[in-house]
């Protein structure tokens, strides 16, 4: 059975920083395509960050390129996300997504790229 989990959200100031981590469970294969999105109330879900978890350069959205980082953890399938100097306009509910799949260059900013997805947590930025 897949499970994609995230954690790391919670409310924080301008200007400061979180840490999301994610973990897809239940692939067959060592590697993945894996995404961060995110989606504010009344807006459509948006594209952040992604990456394949085997190796190669991760891509950005530009809205987060300079402050957002996504990274590759140790254990199988597993990243994080890096965000710092958070603005009010990063509150959103942060979604994992992941596919046991090679990506590479814009792929990983595809909603359509995944087939599985995260139950989401929640990021809070006020002013």
């Known amino acids: 059975q897949v499970q994609v989990v995230e954690s790391g959200g919670g409310a924080v100031q301008a200007g400061g920083s979180l840490r999301l981590s994610c973990r897809a469970s239940g692939f067959i294969v060592n590697y993945s395509c894996m995404g961060w999105f995110r989606q504010a109330p009344g807006k459509e879900r948006e594209a952040i960050a992604g990456?394949?978890?085997?190796?190669?350069?991760?891509s950005y959205d530009d809205s987060v390129k300079d402050r957002f980082t996504i990274s590759r953890g140790s254990a199988k399938n597993t990243v994080y996300l890096q965000m710092n100097s958070l603005k009010p306009e990063d509150t959103a509910t942060y979604y994992c997504a992941a596919d046991p799949k090679f990506c590479r260059e814009s792929t990983p900013l595809h909603v359509r790229t995944y087939e599985y997805w995260g139950q989401g947590t929640q990021v809070t930025v006020s002013s």
């Open positions: 990456i394949y978890t085997g190796g190669g350069s991760p």
